[in-house]
């Protein structure tokens, strides 16, 4: 049962244009969550995170908003580069794990930007 | 500061025999661990480690030991490989407990025939 959810495998956009990477969660616990990039044969590389206490936070181009009602967060990148082309992983961790703290993946939406 | 480093980057075992997948980090982080990527299955947690002599299982354990002896390394053995255990083998580290953010290295590409 996957607690973390990205139902897009796939999306592609414009170079210049907006990317907007959703993710669905089940476990209201989860309080805190990260995105991640990954280019093929590269380990994943942190990109940004939201604690459930805000709703929104930015970093250069990329925002990431979280919906607590809703369960949802998204990742918005503005504007797109053709260098943003990976693997975009949301993961999520719960806050009744202790210090041990792991973090549960979704399974990665694969992002095109075209020039 | 090399960050994560994991070797071999490729291997190829037949099913039966056992192997070493290392993993080194040189940024003092207390928290490393162990994941494996499979196609529509995302990233399994195998085994972590909170700090040298300290270790536990993930979700994905089966066949699968770790140690710590040291902050620096964390090796994965299998024991005896198996065809279901093909897949992209990732290990992080992160600073424990207090950041979640975690530095993958770059992966091993294992194939049990």
């Known amino acids: 049962d996957q607690q973390v959810k990205q139902n897009s495998p796939s999306l592609s956009v414009q170079e210049g244009r907006i990317s907007i990477l959703n993710c669905d969660y089940t476990n209201s616990m989860f309080d805190y969550f990260l995105w991640y990039k990954k280019y093929p044969a590269e380990g994943p590389t942190f990109l940004i995170s939201?604690?459930?206490i805000k709703d929104k936070n930015e970093d250069g181009r990329f925002t990431v908003f979280l919906n607590k009602s809703a369960k949802h967060l998204s990742l918005h990148i503005v504007p797109s580069q053709p260098g943003d082309s990976a693997v975009y992983f949301c993961a999520a961790s719960p806050s009744d794990a202790g210090n041990n703290r792991k973090l549960i993946w979704g399974l990665g939406t694969s992002l095109a930007v075209n020039p | 500061n090399a960050g994560v480093t994991q070797t071999p980057k490729f291997q190829v075992l037949k099913t039966g025999q056992s192997m070493t997948l290392q993993c080194a980090q040189d940024m003092n982080h207390e928290y490393m661990s162990w994941y494996r990527q499979d196609p529509g299955m995302g990233l399994r947690l195998i085994h972590y480690?909170?700090?040298?002599?300290?270790?536990d299982q993930g979700e994905v354990p089966n066949g699968y030991n770790v140690s710590r002896s040291t902050t620096e390394d964390f090796p994965l053995r299998l024991l005896s490989a198996a065809p279901s255990q093909t897949s992209v083998y990732f290990c992080?580290?992160?600073?424990?407990?207090?950041?979640?953010?975690?530095?993958f290295g770059p992966g091993t590409r294992l194939t049990v025939t």
């Open positions: 939201i604690s459930s």
């Open positions: 992080a580290s992160r600073i424990f407990p207090d950041s979640f953010e975690q530095y």
């Open positions: 480690s909170v700090g040298a002599g300290i270790t």
